[in-house]
């Protein structure tokens, strides 16, 4: 069967798509680790620039009951085009989901995309394609304003070709969240006005890409206590540096367990940042682990480390471990359905097929465990978190066609 493309390959579609991304990726709407740790939420203000710009977008484009709740999530509905109850009754009600904050770890602040046209000799991606990269002073923002702007592409040619007695569909949701970034994202999703049988999140990397299981993820924050003097008189004086603790305490953290030499299915324990004193010092850390008894393997070496080094060097150590997000696997297996359904989408897009785990998680993580089962697709973003992050305008319009592919497709 030919591949039916609606984006794809539609210069006019294309172009449309590149200029709603271009737009997106200028507003500034990075999120605040540290702020939402602190339980501020959404973590930044500038977080409801997009968002507004959203909600008006949206109902430009005729979509039904748009929310702009009071924790910044975007969400709009629009109605199955199908009359015929018991042929709407064939298609499920799904829901699209984007994050519209970008990562804090690169300044997000300012971007400006810089377009280039190029030949399959000259593009990573092996073929004819519009690459769009930041000018290397800011990350790109394509995580996940890539997402946004396909899920916005799909939702205006489905609203344009409404009567198309070729392009029926049941109702769909569409949500846009804040926060993802700081692994808050779901902390405040408004479940009550959703009535998904299941959702996707449009925030992968590279064409072909589904994703059905994730890490199951901890955060670990370890402070240490040290004595203070003066460091004229710091032997005699009994000195213990937490500085010197938090560093040494890193130095016993396996080398083979950092996440710069972890890949596949391997777990990993990420030192993030460190802060303090010579009285008192933190470090904050991340577990990952497909495996939920890793987890608490991982807690062990982290104690064993903490434990080896208040015995060498004095002081004292506080330990807290807190759950951010789980594996979906266990729960998506359950629904073997969706995934199928999406494989079909991907068949009728004319893309292969990759599935892989995520080495991180989405907010589709946390929503398939408030119970709407939520796998992830490409959406042609690459080198996430970086000032080398990039996007293919071939792959981006693809994941419109998937979610248009899978929108239409009726249960058998």
Same mark, same amino acid.
């Given at each position: 069967?030919?591949?039916?493309?609606?984006?794809?390959?539609?210069?006019?579609?294309?172009?449309?798509?590149?200029?709603?991304?271009?737009?997106?990726?200028?507003?500034?709407?990075?999120?605040?680790?540290?702020?939402?740790?602190?339980?501020?939420?959404?973590?930044?203000?500038?977080?409801?620039?997009?968002?507004?710009?959203?909600?008006?977008?949206?109902?430009?484009?005729?979509?039904?009951?748009?929310?702009?709740?009071?924790?910044?999530?975007?969400?709009?509905?629009?109605?199955?085009?199908?009359?015929?109850?018991?042929?709407?009754?064939?298609?499920?009600?799904?829901?699209?989901?984007?994050?519209?904050?970008?990562?804090?770890?690169?300044?997000?602040?300012?971007?400006?995309?810089?377009?280039?046209?190029?030949?399959?000799?000259?593009?990573?991606?092996?073929?004819?394609?519009?690459?769009?990269?930041?000018?290397?002073?800011?990350?790109?923002?394509?995580?996940?304003?890539?997402?946004?702007?396909?899920?916005?592409?799909?939702?205006?040619?489905?609203?344009?070709?409404?009567?198309?007695?070729?392009?029926?569909?049941?109702?769909?949701?569409?949500?846009?969240?804040?926060?993802?970034?700081?692994?808050?994202?779901?902390? $405040?999703?408004?479940?009550? /006005?959703?009535? &998904?049988?299941?959702? #996707?999140?449009?925030?992968? =990397?590279?064409?072909? %890409? *589904?994703?059905?299981?994730?890490?199951?993820?901890?955060?670990?924050?370890?402070?240490?206590?040290?004595?203070?003097?003066?460091?004229?008189?710091?032997?005699?004086?009994?000195?213990?540096?937490?500085?010197?603790?938090?560093?040494?305490?890193?130095?016993?953290?396996?080398?083979?367990?950092?996440?710069?030499?972890?890949?596949?299915?391997?777990?990993?324990?990420?030192?993030?940042?460190?802060?303090?004193?010579?009285?008192?010092?933190?470090?904050?850390?991340?577990?990952?682990?497909?495996?939920?008894?890793?987890?608490? $393997?991982?807690?062990?070496? /982290?104690?064993? &480390?903490?434990?080896? #080094?208040?015995?060498?060097? =004095?002081?004292?150590? %506080? *330990?807290?471990?807190?759950?951010?997000?789980?594996?979906?696997?266990?729960?998506?297996?359950?629904?073997?359905?969706?995934?199928?359904?999406?494989?079909?989408?991907?068949?009728?897009?004319?893309?292969?097929?990759?599935?892989?785990?995520?080495?991180?998680?989405?907010?589709?993580?946390?929503?398939?465990?408030?119970?709407?089962?939520?796998?992830?697709?490409?959406?042609?973003?690459?080198?996430?978190?970086?000032?080398?992050?990039?996007?293919?305008?071939?792959?981006?319009?693809?994941?419109?066609?998937?979610?248009?592919?899978?929108?239409?497709?009726?249960?058998?």
């Amino acid at each position: 069967m030919p591949s039916m493309n609606y984006i794809y390959g539609n210069k006019d579609e294309e172009n449309k798509l590149l200029d709603r991304f271009c737009r997106y990726v200028k507003i500034w709407s990075e999120s605040d680790g540290k702020a939402a740790e602190a339980g501020v939420f959404p973590s930044t203000e500038r977080q409801w620039d997009i968002a507004k710009i959203l909600v008006k977008e949206l109902r430009n484009l005729g979509t039904r009951n748009v929310y702009l709740t009071d924790n910044c999530y975007v969400v709009a509905k629009i109605d199955s085009n199908i009359t015929d109850p018991d042929e709407r009754k064939k298609y499920p009600t799904i829901l699209l989901m984007a994050h519209m904050d970008t990562v804090d770890e690169v300044t997000g602040e300012n971007v400006k995309p810089v377009i280039s046209i190029l030949s399959a000799s000259e593009s990573p991606t092996g073929q004819d394609d519009t690459i769009v990269k930041s000018d290397g002073t800011t990350l790109l923002g394509a995580d996940d304003k890539a997402g946004v702007s396909a899920i916005m592409a799909a939702v205006e040619y489905l609203m344009n070709h409404y009567e198309d007695e070729n392009l029926k569909h049941g109702p769909i949701e569409v949500m846009f969240s804040p926060d993802e970034e700081t692994g808050h994202g779901m902390d $405040k999703v408004p479940l009550n /006005i959703l009535k &998904a049988d299941f959702a #996707v999140t449009a925030d992968g =990397g590279d064409e072909g %890409e *589904l994703e059905a299981e994730c890490f199951n993820a901890w955060a670990c924050s370890i402070k240490f206590t040290g004595k203070a003097c003066h460091t004229g008189s710091a032997k005699s004086g009994g000195m213990v540096n937490a500085v010197t603790l938090a560093s040494a305490f890193v130095s016993e953290l396996p080398r083979n367990m950092a996440p710069e030499t972890t890949e596949n299915y391997e777990g990993f324990i990420a030192p993030m940042e460190i802060t303090g004193s010579i009285e008192s010092s933190t470090v904050e850390m991340l577990l990952r682990s497909f495996n939920i008894e890793e987890i608490e $393997k991982e807690k062990e070496i /982290i104690k064993a &480390a903490a434990e080896n #080094v208040i015995t060498k060097l =004095g002081g004292n150590y %506080e *330990l807290n471990f807190k759950q951010q997000y789980l594996n979906m696997k266990e729960k998506l297996d359950q629904h073997p359905e969706i995934m199928q359904r999406l494989e079909k989408a991907y068949e009728d897009s004319g893309v292969k097929v990759r599935k892989q785990p995520i080495r991180g998680g989405t907010d589709g993580s946390r929503l398939t465990e408030l119970g709407i089962p939520t796998p992830n697709i490409f959406t042609g973003a690459h080198e996430f978190h970086s000032r080398n992050e990039w996007l293919s305008l071939n792959q981006c319009a693809k994941c419109a066609d998937v979610l248009i592919n899978l929108l239409t497709q009726k249960v058998k």
